[in-house]
């Protein structure tokens, strides 16, 4: 029985569990000390290296010389991509200045990653720090620097967008009030790295430790706008989840309901949340699952890799599963494979996303989620199971290093660009694909994702009886022109800033010439997998980035 309590009117009374992870542990952080003054004192100017940040710090460069003259500033550039730490930077402005300006935050990673590294600078590297942001991140940074156990870490705002705008209108900002509170910009600044910042005090940490396993008892349906008001839902109905539910999803398991699965965060810098078995079951139960699928959903959470993700881009997660268990569950890898046809594969991709918001602390936009679009995949992930039976190719375990007969879980990322085509023609096919391989966003990678029969005809047209053949092929055919390729925000974003630090492959194509072919993909990171019960030849080409292949089976 789920219930033996009678509330008002005689509504059952239901005791459920609570589906919110546990929060990370927050280290107070000492602020640096403040300067007197900043006449005589040299400044930095610290360029994230996203979207036009540099220009708005080159406006901000020349108030000081038009206002403060006596301030000298020196502009620089992190080494490598904003989420990447600087050791070196940091230690030249607390060796050759006096303080710091960092910016500017204006998406779903670099903000946090911007307010992280001014926490750096502040508690490790003891320079003075001021960041900022646009005013679209608001509660992002706010929550950073709490997280980052300095919430008294200076923040300034300035409206967004900072991409694309004039010099006129970056002054405009520069010179004007910060949207958020209300006050001159730059008169933020200077108090920002002059005025004392109160001292961290213990105890003050603005998340407790703990979340409560169960909920107060209430009828079915208060829990459901409790559930509801607190966004642990995806705003589609859910099954409650009471004590008997949850045991039974656990029957689904050896593992023990207080063992740790793993940890998992928005995006990086938000903090990482913590999760038991228990915590997962109650999402999957939440999600709609049964049971025998939950190795896979363990498996899932134990990646810790978030399927709703808080980035700006709007990402999400695709899910294959691989293996005897496809079969054991009743997954579908056939017609309708990719559609809301299957039980298994519908409450799985639910449970992850569920899981996801819930146990990395939320995921609520404008707070936790910031992908601007939003990304309709997002509801279940696109799970599914590959055709492994109907492929003329190995599975996709098996190319990642499993057996052949292990049960596995594959998560990509991205999602955002989508690319479809029948079968291949006899003339022209090449060139069709390729046109297909340029529509696939420039910083994932192509999954190819084909019907049996266009996967045969691979193999009739081109010659490719294995898949490493078809991987080098479409890397081969995937180029584009230096100077376009570069010229991509996207690519100057993520990909240029790594690679002038040598750790991207395509530090290759720095210096040749406009004209000169650069191989959007590298072989290593493009995958093909095959779906679908052969009711034609149609396939698409998913740009997503292989994040993980995981077993199944250690979490029967």
């Known amino acids: 029985m789920l219930t033996t309590v009678k509330g008002l009117h005689g509504n059952p009374i239901l005791t459920v569990l609570n589906p919110v992870g546990y929060p990370p542990k927050i280290t107070r952080k000492q602020p640096a000390a403040r300067l007197d003054s900043l006449d005589g004192k040299t400044i930095y100017l610290v360029d994230s290296r996203f979207d036009d940040s540099v220009e708005l710090l080159r406006q901000v460069q020349a108030w000081f010389a038009d206002r403060m ?44 990653a911007v ?26 940074v706010q929550s950073v620097v709490r997280m980052g156990g300095l919430p008294q870490a200076p923040l300034v705002f300035v409206p967004q967008p900072v991409m694309g705008k004039s010099q006129g209108e970056l002054r405009a900002y520069v010179e004007g009030d910060d949207p958020y509170t209300g006050k001159p910009v730059m008169q933020e600044i200077v108090a920002g790295l002059t005025q004392g910042l109160a001292a961290s005090v213990a105890g003050e940490e603005p998340y407790a430790r703990s979340t409560p396993r169960l909920e107060e008892p209430d009828t079915e349906e208060a829990l459901r706008a409790l559930f509801e008001r607190n966004s642990w839902t995806d705003h589609l109905p ?50 709609g699952a049964r049971p025998e699928y939950f190795p896979i959903i363990l498996a899932l959470a134990a990646t810790g890799i978030s399927a709703r993700g808080s980035t700006s881009s709007s990402a999400a997660v695709m899910t294959v599963v691989n293996g005897p268990i496809r079969h054991e569950v009743g997954m579908n890898c056939g017609i309708g494979a990719m559609g809301p046809y299957n039980h298994a594969n519908a409450t799985i991709g639910r449970a992850y996303g569920l899981l996801s918001q819930n146990l990395q602390g939320g995921s609520v936009p404008g707070e936790t989620f910031m992908g601007s679009i939003g990304n309709n995949y997002a509801y279940n992930g696109i799970t599914f199971a590959e055709n492994e039976e109907r492929s003329p190719w190995e599975p996709l375990h098996v190319q990642k290093g499993f057996d052949k007969g292990a049960s596995t879980v594959t998560v990509f990322h991205g999602c955002r660009s989508t690319t479809f085509c ?19 966003d420039s910083i994932t990678a192509p999954v190819l994702l ?19 053949k078809l991987i080098r092929w479409v890397h081969e055919t995937a180029e584009m022109p230096a100077g376009r390729y570069w ?46 019960g052969e009711a034609n030849g149609y396939w698409q080409i998913m740009g997503a980035h292989h994040k993980a292949t995981v077993s199944v089976d250690a979490w029967r």
């Not at 500017?104 to 946090?112: D, K, W």
């Open 238 to 287: 859910i099954v409650l989840p009471t004590e008997e539910r949850v045991a039974a999803m656990l029957g689904g398991t050896r593992r023990r309901p207080d063992e740790v699965v793993g940890r998992m965060q928005p995006t990086p810098n938000r903090g990482l949340w913590e999760y038991t078995v228990e915590k997962v079951a109650v999402n999957a139960v939440m999600a």
């Open 487 to 532: 010229d991509l925000q996207l690519v100057q974003n993520y990909i240029y800033t790594k690679a002038t630090f040598g750790e991207s492959p395509k530090k290759r194509y720095l210096d040749v010439p406009d004209d000169a072919p650069v191989r959007l993909f590298e072989e290593g990171d493009i995958n093909v997998v095959v779906v679908g």
């Open 422 to 440: 029948l079968g291949l023609r006899k003339e022209h096919w090449r060139e069709h694909v390729k046109d297909m391989l340029l529509g696939t």
């Open 69 to 112: 003259p006596g301030v000298t500033t020196k502009l620089v550039q992190m080494a490598s991509y904003y989420g990447k730490d600087d050791p070196e930077l940091w230690n030249e402005i607390r060796t050759r200045g006096h303080g710091a300006i960092i910016g500017v935050g204006h998406c779903s990673t670099c903000a946090p």
């Open 115 to 140: 307010s992280a590294h001014a926490i750096t600078l502040e508690s490790q590297y003891g320079v003075p720090t001021v960041a900022i942001h646009t005013d679209k991140f608001v509660k992002v």
């Open 450 to 468: 084909l019907d049996p029969i266009t996967a045969r005809q691979f193999i009739d047209r081109g010659g490719f009886d294995t898949k490493a």
